[in-house]
């Protein structure tokens, strides 16, 4: 078991373009950081976060890292809260400094990915337990480069990225139902379909629109979903083996591409469907159905509905309900029990969230090539 000092460092996500640091023994914590390309949602957004980690007994925001001291300031907006940033350039305000602190022994960290395997690898290097949004970059190579480096690395600070999905009440019901059910999958599938305007935070963040990045807006909100979707179908041991992938454009502000719908084949042999829309106006949807030889599953962000039959084949009902969450709060207690465990849960561990690109790029480049069958490796 890891040696952990008091108080515990953790740096808090606030979103694709932020990061921010945080460290806890019984109400201390310590940082956030902010990329030029920053929305106005910021407010907003790293609120929503900060409730996260009041509901953290353990945790409480000291400081913020920022490019600029002026933003930092604002999103500190406190006086008790220290801040860091690039500009002006004060090496005791940086982003090293930080890392130097002996008051953080972990950092959560939520950058866009095109920058975010470096700040992962600065924050290991310098003995600072790491817990990373998804994806962690662009491309398999990348992330498969830096876990290879991380394994290879002898009395290695802990790695977790985080996936909220394997955290929220329903899905997790949903996972517990299946795993009693047990039985054979016969189908699935998983229907996402909404509208993303320009009120949208997720349309105001550069690296989620840019046409350039591969995937796009679909990269992150994608990989989500396959993440859930193979965090149910796991639980009656099932896997993702081959995909097979359309694209569609629902509104041009969202080019290259707002939709895709995929059949996707597990190791039985049976196949589903995935469908996942940002542009539509007249459809609001989610929900994820598991079919098996024993029974039903339908899961959607406040209801679970199971379906099973008795002996005499006769079908039993159930509906529970569930409050909406993001599952936030859950998780970021289970990556410090982890610290203190020495050990990161498996729904954290970085090939999981590996195979989720895996599964993600093989659906897109499936559609890139006009629906070519993808292999799941």
Same mark, same amino acid.
């Given at each position: 078991m890891l040696g952990i000092k008091s108080p515990i460092g953790i740096t808090l996500g606030v979103s694709d373009t932020t990061q921010v640091t945080f460290s806890g023994d019984k109400k201390q914590a310590f940082t956030q950081s902010r990329n030029p390309d920053f929305t106005d949602d910021v407010q907003e957004i790293f609120a929503h976060n900060r409730s996260n980690l009041q509901a953290c007994p353990d945790l409480k925001l000291k400081a913020v890292y920022s490019t600029s001291r002026a933003s930092a300031e604002s999103l500190a907006n406190k006086p008790e809260v220290d801040v860091f940033y690039d500009d002006p350039k004060q090496e005791a305000r940086s982003l090293d400094a930080l890392l130097d602190r002996d008051d953080v022994q972990a950092v959560t960290i939520a950058l866009p990915?095109? /920058? =975010? +395997?470096?700040?992962i690898y600065r924050a290991l290097k310098a003995g600072k337990h790491v817990l990373s949004e998804r994806p962690t970059a662009s491309t398999v190579d990348i992330v498969e480069g830096l876990l290879n480096w991380y394994d290879a690395q002898d009395d290695m600070a802990l790695w977790s990225v985080g996936e909220r999905s394997r955290f929220i009440e329903p899905i997790l019901y949903g996972r517990h139902v299946l795993k009693g059910m047990k039985g054979s999958v016969q189908t699935f599938g998983l229907r996402l379909h909404g509208m993303v305007d320009e009120r949208n935070m997720m349309h105001n963040t550069v690296w989620r629109r840019n046409a350039v990045q591969d995937g796009g807006l679909l990269l992150d909100g994608g990989m989500h979903f396959v993440a859930t979707l193979r965090f149910l179908l796991s639980a009656i041991d099932e896997s993702i083996t081959r995909v097979v992938a359309f694209p569609g454009l629902a509104r041009q502000e969202l080019s290259p591409r707002d939709t895709l719908s995929a059949l996707i084949r597990i190791s039985n042999g049976n196949s589903g469907l995935f469908s996942i829309s940002y542009g539509t106006r007249f459809s609001n949807v989610f929900d994820i159905h598991i079919v098996t030889d024993e029974g039903s599953v339908i899961v959607t962000p406040t209801t679970v509905n199971v379906a099973t039959s008795g002996e005499n084949?006769?079908? !039993? +009902?159930?509906? #529970?309900? !569930? =409050? #909406?969450? @993001?599952? #936030? @709060? #859950?998780?970021?207690? /289970?990556f410090a029990k982890g610290i203190e465990n020495g050990h990161i849960e498996a729904r954290g561990d970085p090939r999981q969230s590996l195979m989720d690109l895996k599964v993600t790029h093989a659906i897109f480049q499936s559609a890139k090539e006009g629906g070519s069958l993808q292999d799941i490796v």
């Amino acid at each position: 078991m890891l040696g952990i000092k008091s108080p515990i460092g953790i740096t808090l996500g606030v979103s694709d373009t932020t990061q921010v640091t945080f460290s806890g023994d019984k109400k201390q914590a310590f940082t956030q950081s902010r990329n030029p390309d920053f929305t106005d949602d910021v407010q907003e957004i790293f609120a929503h976060n900060r409730s996260n980690l009041q509901a953290c007994p353990d945790l409480k925001l000291k400081a913020v890292y920022s490019t600029s001291r002026a933003s930092a300031e604002s999103l500190a907006n406190k006086p008790e809260v220290d801040v860091f940033y690039d500009d002006p350039k004060q090496e005791a305000r940086s982003l090293d400094a930080l890392l130097d602190r002996d008051d953080v022994q972990a950092v959560t960290i939520a950058l866009p990915v095109s /920058v =975010q +395997p470096k700040i992962i690898y600065r924050a290991l290097k310098a003995g600072k337990h790491v817990l990373s949004e998804r994806p962690t970059a662009s491309t398999v190579d990348i992330v498969e480069g830096l876990l290879n480096w991380y394994d290879a690395q002898d009395d290695m600070a802990l790695w977790s990225v985080g996936e909220r999905s394997r955290f929220i009440e329903p899905i997790l019901y949903g996972r517990h139902v299946l795993k009693g059910m047990k039985g054979s999958v016969q189908t699935f599938g998983l229907r996402l379909h909404g509208m993303v305007d320009e009120r949208n935070m997720m349309h105001n963040t550069v690296w989620r629109r840019n046409a350039v990045q591969d995937g796009g807006l679909l990269l992150d909100g994608g990989m989500h979903f396959v993440a859930t979707l193979r965090f149910l179908l796991s639980a009656i041991d099932e896997s993702i083996t081959r995909v097979v992938a359309f694209p569609g454009l629902a509104r041009q502000e969202l080019s290259p591409r707002d939709t895709l719908s995929a059949l996707i084949r597990i190791s039985n042999g049976n196949s589903g469907l995935f469908s996942i829309s940002y542009g539509t106006r007249f459809s609001n949807v989610f929900d994820i159905h598991i079919v098996t030889d024993e029974g039903s599953v339908i899961v959607t962000p406040t209801t679970v509905n199971v379906a099973t039959s008795g002996e005499n084949k006769t079908k !039993f +009902p159930e509906t #529970r309900t !569930f =409050q #909406r969450e @993001n599952g #936030r @709060n #859950r998780e970021l207690a /289970v990556f410090a029990k982890g610290i203190e465990n020495g050990h990161i849960e498996a729904r954290g561990d970085p090939r999981q969230s590996l195979m989720d690109l895996k599964v993600t790029h093989a659906i897109f480049q499936s559609a890139k090539e006009g629906g070519s069958l993808q292999d799941i490796v």
